[in-house]
């Protein structure tokens, strides 16, 4: 794969490269209806196929903030088309990666030695790059490492690269209001915690340690002595990447196996923790030989506060759900209704919330739950699309729900779909086995 020797850094030069993007999306939707002028039976895949392909490869150059983007849309497998979920998966891992001398470079400035001062051997070529940064395998004292290096810029650029995408979001969204701020503010400050690596190994080593009563579930170690700001060592893991696995997997003992300690993982996080790797795409976890679940990368950690935390669950018993005035209070407290909705907004609102809190929560409803169940995504799938299609909604102030939702739902839109990909049956609350 071809390597990077250079990423634009500044509000100008990464502006101009999403323009010259959307110029290339333009040119093929022109292309699009002039085929389709002569032929009225032309589908839209070949114009997602070409506008996926385009947006992917600007993103990929600005890396970054940009690229996360796409690697979180890539999880919206009910949202987006095909041709985009595909190609913007690829950011989960396969994006191409920093020349050896930008490598050495970044050691130097943060680490004051080059890597060949440091370690026993080190590949100058990465074997993994992301939206992030990148992964270098290297050894010292007879111990395998992983090195993963921060792409030069990112943290900076942060805050510009949103700034270029709020009016985007705002319209897309029909976010209305000041308020509206809460959500964006919620972004940059979770991308910006990425972004410190410091912070990253703390909440790793934190983390592993606490759910290392998890059985099936392995945890590399990390060595703060060989980190710093935008460099982390840890242990070197072997395995293949969640979807590999599942791509070829028909072993279902093996698959339930995993799928419970993915589930116990995040369900002990997030009801004893009350702090949750919110990051959950199958490039942050592999597979060993022995079908073990190892996790990587927590970088992105939501805490999650006590007063949305009990309300959000609170909701997740079908005795509240379907009990009107329980639903109604919950509904205030979690900001999805507001005291300045109109009785048309409060009506459509509580509707389309009980609709798809009833779906969503489902999973709990049960001592245990089968993610193969097809019916059950293709509800999904089919509200999703229900809703995308409201012309009522559109008019509707889009500003809606607490600024916790958005990590907190990316994390159990994830955690759903990894469980799918795996098709695996589990038991609900085993995870209380393992609670002090």
């Known amino acids: 794969m071809k390597t990077i020797d250079y990423i634009p850094t500044n509000k100008l030069q990464r502006a101009s490269q999403l323009v010259r993007t959307g110029v290339k999306v333009g040119g093929n939707y022109a292309k699009y209806y002039g085929k389709k002028a002569f032929n009225g039976e032309l589908t839209r895949e070949e114009l997602d196929s070409e506008n996926a392909e385009d947006i992917y490869d600007g993103l990929k150059s600005l890396k970054g903030s940009a690229l996360k983007v796409a690697q979180m849309l890539s999880m919206e497998k009910n949202i987006l088309p095909k041709a985009y979920v595909e190609k913007f998966s690829l950011s989960q891992f396969s994006v191409p990666p920093l020349s050896a001398p930008l490598v050495r470079k970044t050691f130097k400035k943060y680490l004051d030695k080059y890597p060949e001062e440091i370690f026993d051997t080190f590949t100058t070529q990465s074997v993994n790059a992301a939206s992030i940064g990148q992964v270098h395998k290297a050894t010292l ?91 982390i060592t840890m242990d070197w893991m072997t395995g293949e990447h969640l979807s590999e696995f599942t791509a070829h997997n028909q072993d279902q003992v093996a698959a339930d196996k995993i799928g419970q300690a993915l589930w116990d993982f995040y369900m002990y996080q997030m009801h004893h923790l009350k702090a949750v790797h919110a990051d959950p795409h199958p490039g942050n976890f592999l597979v060993d030989s022995e079908n073990n679940l190892i996790a990587i990368d927590f970088g992105c950690i939501k805490k999650v506060p006590e007063e949305f935390y009990t309300p959000y669950f609170e909701l997740a018993e079908p005795e509240n759900i379907n009990n009107p005035d329980i639903f109604r209070n919950k509904m205030f407290e979690l900001e999805i209704l507001r005291a300045d909705d109109s009785e048309e907004e409060l009506k459509f609102f509580s509707e389309l919330f009980h609709e798809m809190l009833s779906l969503f929560t489902k999973p709990f409803h049960h001592e245990s739950f089968d993610f193969s169940d097809e019916s059950f995504f293709a509800h999904i799938a089919d509200l999703s699309d229900k809703y995308s299609k409201d012309t009522q909604l559109r008019k509707m102030n889009g500003n809606r729900g607490s600024k916790h939702f958005l990590y907190i739902n990316r994390t159990f839109f994830g955690l759903y779909n990894l469980m799918h990909d795996l098709g695996a049956k589990i038991t609900v609350n085993n995870y209380t086995k393992y609670l002090n």
């Open 141 to 231: 004292d007879g111990k395998n490492l992983a090195v993963k290096i921060q792409y030069p810029g990112v943290a900076d650029s942060i805050s510009s690269d949103l700034a270029l995408v709020k009016p985007i979001a705002s319209r897309m969204f029909n976010l209305k209001g000041k308020d509206k701020e809460k959500y964006f503010q919620e972004v940059e400050d979770k991308l910006l915690e990425e972004t410190d690596y410091i912070l990253e190994v703390c909440q790793s080593m934190s983390i592993t340690e606490k759910c290392s009563v998890i059985p099936n579930l392995k945890f590399p170690n990390y060595y703060p002595d060989l980190s710093s700001e935008r460099i």
